[in-house]
């Protein structure tokens, strides 16, 4: 199983993020939930402070790529094995980025990963 970080977390179970939150624990993933506001996405806590060492192997996001920028050098730092980037979250800047530091990305979604068994 993967640690997951999901970037763009919502306690509002009609968003996406929400429902890939719900989805990963479904299929035995650890989730590290990050967003704006504290709460919870069922039983997974909203972390609101970054945390410079957690363990991830995926991160899968669900916030726009202006958004994205603030947060390029945290996600490098992790060394994650990939990046996700779920639909309207594409971004060719930090995908190059990404690249240039050997990590993988992909523009997909984690809910259909999932489905198909590609996750």
């Not at 763009?8 to 704006?36: C, E, M």
């Not at 790529?65 to 603030?70: E, S, Y």
């Not at 060394?79 to 930090?94: A, D, I, S, W």
Request: net charge neutral; proline share 5%.
């Amino acid at each position: 199983m993967k640690n997951t970080l999901v970037i763009g977390a919502s306690t509002n179970p009609d968003r996406y993020s929400f429902k890939a939150i719900q989805s990963l624990r479904n299929y035995g993933h650890f989730v590290v939930a990050f967003g704006l506001r504290n709460g919870s996405a069922g039983d997974t806590e909203i972390a609101t402070d970054w945390n410079p060492n957690w363990e991830i192997d995926t991160i899968t996001i669900y916030i726009n790529p202006k958004l994205q920028v603030a947060f390029y050098a945290a996600i490098i730092a992790l060394k994650p094995k990939r990046v996700l980037f779920n639909p309207g979250t594409e971004n060719p800047e930090f995908a190059a980025l990404l690249a240039a530091n050997s990590i993988a990305f992909e523009n997909a979604c984690t809910l259909v990963l999932l489905s198909i068994g590609e996750y």
